[in-house]
Each structure stands twice: as C-alpha cells, then as structure tokens.
C-alpha cells in the first residue's frame, strides 16, 4: 500500500470539505462576505492564514535548497523576512483594519487607497486592480507548476495530470467558500507546515549523530563550486543588505494586507500578531536548520544530483514512516495552495469591485457582484492553467518573472500603503506618483541594473517610491478636511 498516497488523498479530501461547508454554511450573499469573511475571522485564523498565504512551496523547497547549496548566506532572506513580518503586523495591521473601514468599508487595497483621497477618479484603483489581476494571475500559474512538480517527484504520475488534480481542487473550495474557506484551509495549511518544518529538525536531533566536519567539504558540479558557508556572518554586505530588503515587499503585498482588513475587530490584532510572529520565526529558523543538517546527511548527493531542493522530501522520508512521511509532504503541496488559494481571490476581488461594479455594471446587485466574482476567480484559475502547461521558453520566462513580482509589489505598493496609514499631508497625486514610480523603477532596475550591480531591485525601487510620494504630496495643495476626517476617525482612540 503507497501509505503517501494515502495520506495525501486524506489531505485533499479535508480541504475540499472545508470549502463545501463554507459553500452550505454562509448565510451571507454579499461580495464583502464572499470577499472578506464579512469582516469576522478571529486572531488565530486572521494570523495563520496571512503567514500560510504569505510562504509558498518556496519555504520548503526553494529557500532549504539555496541554503543547502550556497550557504548560510541565503539565511538572510529568510531573517529580512521574519523582520518584515513583525513590522508588518506591528505598523500596518492594526491601522489598516481601522484605515479601510473609515474610508468607506473598503474591501481591497486598490478601493482603499481610491476611497482614502475621496477621489471620483478611478485612475488608480484600476492601475491597481489591473496590475493585480495580472500579477496574480501569473502567480497562481506558478503555484500550480509547484504543486504539479511536487506531486511528480512523490508519485508516479504524469505532470498534466498532477497539475489538472491540483488546480481542481483549489479551484472547488475558492469558488464554493470564498475567504472563509480560503482562511480555514489556509489556517490548517499553515499548522500542518509548521509541524512538518518543527517535526525533521527535531528527530534529526535526536536520532542521528552530526558530523559538522562534513560542512567545509566543496561539492562541483558541472564547473560550480558549492562550498556551504557554516558562518551565518560570512556572508558579503550585499547579500545581508539584498535578504534584509525582502522585508520591505511585505507593505505592499495585497493577499497578506487583505487578511488586516478582515480581522472582526482592531483590538484582535495583538493576539495575531504574536501567532504570526511566533509562526514566522519557528517556521524560518526551522528551515535554515534543516538545510544546515540536510548539508551534512544528504547534502553531497543532492548537489551531484542538481536536486538540492528535494532535501526536505528526502529528509522526510528516511526519518519517517511512510504514512507520516506522506502527511510531512502534504506541506509542500500545502504551501503552494495557500498561497495560489489567496491570490486568486485578491485577483478576482480587484477585478470585480475596482473595475467590474465601478466602470462596467453601477448598479450591480451584491448577488450579481458575488458570482461574478466566482466566474473570475474560474476564469483566472484556468488562464493559470494554461500558462502553467505550456512548455519552452515562454513559459519559463513567465516562471522567471514570478520570482520579481515580490519586487514589484514591494516597490508599488509598499511605501504608499505605509505613508497613507502615517501622514495626514499625504494626497492622491503622491500615492498615484508613488504606485507608478515605484513600479517603473522596479522593471527599469531588474531589466538594466540587476545583474550589473548585484542589488535587488525591491531598493531602489521602494525608495523612489517612498521619496516621490513625499515629493508630490509636497507640491500638491494640502488635502481638504473630509479627507482629513477619514485619517482622523481612523486614528483616534476609541473602543473596538
């Protein structure tokens, strides 16, 4: 009996439940309640389903295999990723849950940062929804090659048929459950991640008998050498300067700043806060470790092998029975769909409240709005299909360009959202000035100045944002009093 399978079908069979119950249980017909949960997810939920949503099957295949292969160097991502985190939750939770109900009960990034100016113009809220809708499209289409690549490593199946498995399900409990599914799957997701990265380092402690003379061994392969660096600080400033900025991305991630939003109430975000701040740093620190044993124990063979991001699946099945090796790799498949579950619906939730209500159909019923935003989250899922199936150069070029929509929406988005919940000066033409600078900035730097200067472009890209936002919002007139109002009725101490 193949007890991974097993446990696996056991995990999908959870996940599609969670969404039929959703589907039958909600009592609400509203585009809010399909959107945001109607604003009443709990602490727990609210924390685990932005962290799960937050960390792909990167966690635990990308990261552990960089590491694995170049060093404790890479680390620093995952520390400039621990540190964003709790500024994030620290600086911009509490604020955006009270900044986004004050300007009109906004129910995404793109109609907050509109309805926060009382602007009539919806010149940012659609450059906002179209760059989303197109991002997390593509987004998606790489969570689902993740999820397929990982299901064709563990089983012996065909890779159009593991992807079409994947994209199903995830498909079924967005479409029927909306957020709340999206966080209660996502809330499971995030606890059974969190154990698998606690489960390997732990009985690797226990069991096996560490020799770290191993780490100063170089590995070639194909010309590269791979020499894995045992000292945390022997890594170059740049390297420490590029995974410290990863932080930065944070302020301006809409499927992580979506679950702020939908807390039930502000005075729940310190209780978040800590769950999502304690999940970040066991899960990160975790994964640094288990690089470092997967080094020692199978680390030679897998970089001979170009393999080094299988070392958590190949630790995971020579420490555990199959069964429980089976539920450890359901994580994998996990990270993807927490993430992918999440960016469909920021994806379909932009198109339908920023350009489908406004621009399209006014008078849209809330009915009408909630299945449309159904159909969307249908329609973008398979357009991530297709471009996920499609094999050559084109494909690999869209997977490529995943890797920098972190850049972009950090450099977009990040200093915008950050000044419009801090500074009551702050104005339309300086977050419009801010969106689109840090955006150019961000492609101009990857395309011309990334490889030449070895500096990510999520730096230079926020801080043109950041300083041309300023600069903008100085030259233009000050804003009128119902603007100030809003910053004022969201800042002001009252009872939650």
């Known amino acids: 009996m193949n007890f991974e399978l097993l446990a696996l079908i056991i995990y999908f069979i959870a996940m599609l439940t969670i969404g039929v119950f959703f589907f039958l249980k909600s009592k609400s017909k509203s585009d809010k309640d399909y959107f945001l949960g109607g604003r009443s997810m ?7 389903s932005a962290q799960a949503s937050d960390m792909s099957a990167w966690l635990l295949m990308g990261l552990p295999g960089s590491i694995l292969a170049f060093g404790l160097g890479q680390a620093w991502i995952g520390i400039g990723l621990a540190i964003g985190t709790a500024l994030n939750w620290i600086l911009v939770a509490r ?62 199946v065909e890779k159009s048929t593991a992807m079409l498995i994947f994209a199903v399900i995830l498909i079924i ?30 009985i690797i402690v226990i069991t096996k008998d560490l020799d770290t003379a191993i780490l100063a061994n170089a590995v070639e392969v194909d010309g590269t050498t791979y020499k894995f660096v045992s000292n945390i600080f022997a890594a170059s400033p740049k390297e420490i300067a590029n995974g410290l900025a990863w932080g930065l991305g944070y302020f301006g991630m809409p499927h992580i700043l979506v679950r702020f939003m939908a807390i039930k109430k502000p005075s729940m975000v310190k209780k978040s806060a800590i769950v999502a701040i304690a999940w970040v740093v066991l899960s990160l620190g975790a994964v640094i470790v288990i690089a470092y044993f997967g080094r020692i124990l199978v680390g030679n063979e897998l970089l001979l092998e170009g393999k080094q991001s299988m070392v958590f699946i190949n630790l995971a099945r020579m420490l555990f029975h199959p069964f429980i090796a089976g539920l450890l790799l359901s994580a994998i498949i996990a990270a993807s769909m927490s993430t992918a579950d999440s960016q469909l619906l920021v994806a379909s939730s932009s198109f339908t409240s920023d350009i489908y209500k406004p621009l399209i159909r006014k008078k849209a019923s809330d009915k009408e709005t909630l299945w449309v935003g159904r159909a969307v989250v249908l329609v973008v899922a398979v357009i991530a299909y297709f471009i996920a199936s499609s094999e050559g150069d084109g494909a690999q070029a869209i997977m490529n360009l995943v890797e ?11 200093s915008v959202v950050i000044l419009s919940l801090f500074w009551r000066r702050f104005t339309y033409k300086g977050a419009l000035a801010g969106v689109i600078s840090g955006a150019v900035v961000d492609v101009l730097w990857l395309a011309f100045l990334s490889n030449v200067t070895g500096i990510y472009e999520l730096i230079p890209g926020f801080a043109v944002s950041m300083v041309v936002a300023v600069v903008v919002t100085l030259l233009d007139k000050k804003p009128s009093d119902e603007i100030t109002a809003i910053f004022d009725e969201a800042t002001k101490k009252i009872e939650d």
Do not use: E, H
């Open 95 to 156: 604020r955006l849950r009270r900044f986004s109900q004050a300007a009109g009960d906004s129910i995404t990034l793109p109609q907050y940062l509109s309805n926060r100016f009382v602007t009539k113009s919806k010149t940012l809220q659609i450059v906002c929804a179209t760059v989303f809708l197109v991002c997390f499209t593509v987004y998606v289409a790489s969570a689902f090659v993740a999820g397929a690549n990982v299901f064709t490593s563990i089983f012996n």
């Open 42 to 48: 709990g602490p727990w939920v609210t924390a685990m």
């Open 404 to 414: 920098n929509a972190w850049a972009g929406f950090g450099s977009a988005f990040g």
């Open 173 to 202: 409990y967005t479409f029927l459950g909306g957020y709340k599914a999206v966080c209660w799957t996502d809330f499971f997701q995030g606890i059974l991640m969190l154990v698998a990265v606690l489960a390997v380092p732990i």
